[in-house]
């Protein structure tokens, strides 16, 4: 019973203090819309990176003149790889058909043989694309069988981690600043629609009321402003990304686990600074 009261209570509350719960709920709408943009621009700056590291590729040459066996010795081998996604063999009638398409020319016009040796390009799963990984493979696989050379985009590698590393530094560093901020606003405006009660707070600690008694519509309170406040900015990031897809930017990536964040995340802040706030006005009465 007293918990249906606290329920009926709480939603009451929200409705004699309006000003201060739409300042609330608006704060919060405000604050979730800003931890929306950069989970969704993690996310997609995670997937960017994913993207890139993809496309490095490692090429293992085999001699001009390998023969089949250790040709066919060489792809067990990269097969056999735990690290290894995909092994492509590229003959040397398939790289001079590649040389043909990037340079415009048969290589017989130019030569009289095919002087271009058959190749390996080797994709590596996810959790082993980094230029560390990538050097320990290439000293193992240069071991192999009439391999000749193992060759990799190195430079660009390097360059490229060396940016995601201060790229995702920055944006680590911008996402705790945006909770910092959002969970300090959201405090100090809950804070606002439980002074705008604390003669009520003061009544019904006259009345001889317990403190679980008393918080509990403050309690609902935050839940449900933080609830109101999830849907709503759930709703502008939805249509926001649409028209973002749209016109602006086809390729960006959505998770629908972003919206239970942003649910979660609302309804815990409510929930705790309503807590916090409430307390801090036992003390004083």
Same mark, same amino acid.
């Given at each position: 019973?007293?918990?249906?009261?606290?329920?009926?209570?709480?939603?009451?509350?929200?409705?004699?203090?309006?000003?201060?719960?739409?300042?609330?709920?608006?704060?919060?709408?405000?604050?979730?819309?800003?931890?929306?943009?950069?989970?969704?621009?993690?996310?997609?700056?995670?997937?960017?990176?994913?993207?890139?590291?993809?496309?490095?590729?490692?090429?293992?040459?085999?001699?001009?003149?390998?023969?089949?066996?250790?040709?066919?010795?060489?792809?067990?081998?990269?097969?056999?790889?735990?690290?290894? %996604?995909?092994?492509? =063999?590229?003959?040397?009638?398939?790289?001079?058909?590649?040389? %043909?398409? %990037?340079?415009?020319?048969?290589? =017989?016009?130019?030569?009289?043989?095919?002087?271009?040796?058959?190749?390996?390009?080797?994709?590596?799963?996810?959790?082993?694309?980094?230029?560390?990984?990538?050097? %320990?493979?290439?000293? *193992?696989?240069?071991?192999?069988?009439?391999?000749?050379?193992?060759?990799?985009?190195?430079?660009?590698?390097?360059?490229?981690?060396?940016?995601?590393?201060?790229?995702?530094?920055?944006?680590?560093?911008?996402?705790?600043?945006?909770?910092?901020?959002?969970?300090?606003?959201?405090?100090?405006?809950?804070?606002?629609?439980?002074?705008?009660?604390?003669?009520?707070?003061?009544?019904?600690?006259?009345?001889?009321?317990?403190?679980?008694?008393?918080?509990?519509?403050?309690?609902?309170?935050?839940?449900?402003?933080?609830?109101?406040?999830?849907?709503?900015?759930?709703?502008?990031?939805?249509? *926001?990304?649409?028209?973002?897809?749209?016109?602006?930017?086809?390729?960006?990536?959505?998770?629908?686990?972003?919206?239970?964040?942003?649910?979660?995340?609302?309804?815990?802040? *409510?929930?705790?600074?309503? *807590?916090?706030?409430?307390?801090?006005?036992?003390?004083i009465v």
């Open positions: 019973m007293s918990l249906l009261f606290s329920i009926g209570e709480g939603i009451r509350g929200m409705g004699k203090a309006r000003l201060a719960m739409t300042l609330s709920v608006s704060s919060m709408i405000l604050t979730l819309l800003l931890l929306g943009s950069y989970l969704i621009f993690a996310l997609n700056l995670n997937q960017w990176i994913t993207d890139l590291r993809e496309k490095v590729e490692i090429e293992v040459f085999m001699e001009p003149e390998a023969r089949q066996t250790s040709i066919a010795q060489v792809k067990q081998a990269l097969e056999k790889q735990p690290e290894i %996604e995909t092994v492509q =063999y590229v003959s040397k009638a398939d790289a001079a058909k590649r040389f %043909e398409e %990037e340079f415009g020319q048969n290589i =017989y016009d130019i030569l009289e043989s095919n002087p271009l040796p058959p190749s390996f390009i080797v994709q590596l799963k996810e959790p082993y694309r980094s230029s560390k990984k990538i050097m %320990e493979l290439a000293a *193992g696989w240069k071991n192999l069988p009439e391999v000749d050379e193992v060759v990799y985009q190195k430079m660009l590698l390097a360059a490229l981690e060396n940016y995601i590393r201060w790229i995702q530094l920055g944006a680590v560093a911008a996402g705790l600043f945006i909770t910092i901020i959002s969970i300090s606003l959201i405090y100090n405006t809950i804070r606002l629609t439980v002074y705008a009660r604390k003669d009520m707070i003061y009544i019904m600690r006259l009345v001889g009321a317990t403190e679980r008694f008393i918080k509990r519509p403050f309690l609902v309170e935050g839940l449900i402003q933080g609830l109101i406040a999830a849907v709503f900015a759930s709703l502008i990031v939805f249509y *926001g990304v649409k028209i973002v897809k749209t016109f602006i930017y086809p390729y960006i990536t959505m998770d629908n686990r972003i919206y239970v964040g942003m649910l979660l995340f609302a309804v815990g802040i *409510g929930f705790v600074s309503a *807590g916090l706030s409430v307390r801090k006005y036992l003390r």
